[in-house]
């Protein structure tokens, strides 16, 4: 009897400019679903938006007066922005999230699998289009922050320099957010686990009142954990001040909180988390 060979299964791991092709392929259909659904963009800006205006005129004054004047010797508005524009980037990632655990339990990834696509494509196409989305909100908060009195005062070096530091927390948090739509089982896990990077960190920072204002307690987590040397570095861009030692503290946190979470996904998605 003869035996006729089978065929080879497909391949799962491609030359690298394969795999850039397949996640430009991704990115395309992920970029596809932002434009069917623009209510998700409107999602992604309207928190921040909300938050923006919400402690710019109803809890501004109070908050500067209770720290002994305006912010750090700046107008409110110009020490609520820079912090802002990280939640709103965190605020994005929740989204991919909900996204990359939505593929998972609908079985599309599986149809991905057995085709002769790069085995990281899927989830790269998502993170590319959610750094994407979270530059256009970023600008959008901007605009926004700039029609409600923020004033800069950052000249071109400082603006490219926020530009780059904006994408590199991006790819971050986003990656941060991958692993934990992946470990999630349910989209509603996805949905909720993220909260911390958007809601939790945040309110346990610097974003809207000095260092020095918080409880000690308090004040320890902050001055310690990610989020705060960023937006210190931030807003030392953008509105002048010193930033110290937070500028490198921000590019390392971002560098290893991306490496971490690259490494960590692809490991999550390779073994299937849903099995």
Not at 217 to 224: D, K, L, Q, S, T
Request: with cysteine; charged share 10%.
């Amino acid at each position: 009897m003869t035996i006729t060979p089978t065929r080879p299964a497909a391949r799962r791991e491609t030359r690298p400019m394969d795999g850039f092709a397949d996640s430009a392929t991704m990115l395309r259909r992920n970029l596809r679903h932002l434009v069917r659904y623009p209510a998700l963009i409107i999602a992604t800006i309207s928190v921040p938006v909300i938050m923006l205006l919400l402690f710019a005129y109803l809890f501004g004054d109070t908050i500067s007066a209770g720290v002994g004047g305006p912010a750090g010797g700046v107008d409110y508005i110009d020490y609520l922005v820079p912090g802002i524009l990280l939640m709103t980037i965190a605020s994005g990632a929740v989204q991919t999230a909900v996204q990359i655990r939505s593929d998972m339990n609908e079985g599309i990834v599986d149809r991905f699998r057995t085709m002769p696509i790069s085995r990281t494509a899927v989830v790269t196409g998502h993170v590319l289009g959610s750094v994407i989305l979270n530059v256009v909100t970023v600008v959008s908060v901007i605009g926004v922050g700039l029609a409600l009195g923020f004033r800069p005062t950052a000249g071109l070096l400082e603006w490219l320099a926020v530009t780059g530091l904006t994408v590199l927390i991006s790819f971050a948090i986003t990656w941060l957010a991958v692993t934990l739509g992946l470990l999630a089982k349910t989209v509603e896990g996805a949905s909720n686990t993220p909260m911390v990077l958007s809601f939790f960190l945040p309110f346990l920072s610097t974003t809207f009142i000095p260092l020095a204002s918080l409880p000690s307690g308090i004040r320890w987590f902050a001055e310690y954990q990610p989020y705060t040397p960023i937006i210190q570095t931030l807003r030392g861009l953008l509105i002048g001040g010193p930033i110290g030692h937070n500028g490198w503290l921000a590019v390392c946190w971002g560098v290893a909180l991306t490496i971490g979470g690259y490494v960590w996904s692809k490991r999550l998605f390779a073994r299937d988390p849903q099995r």
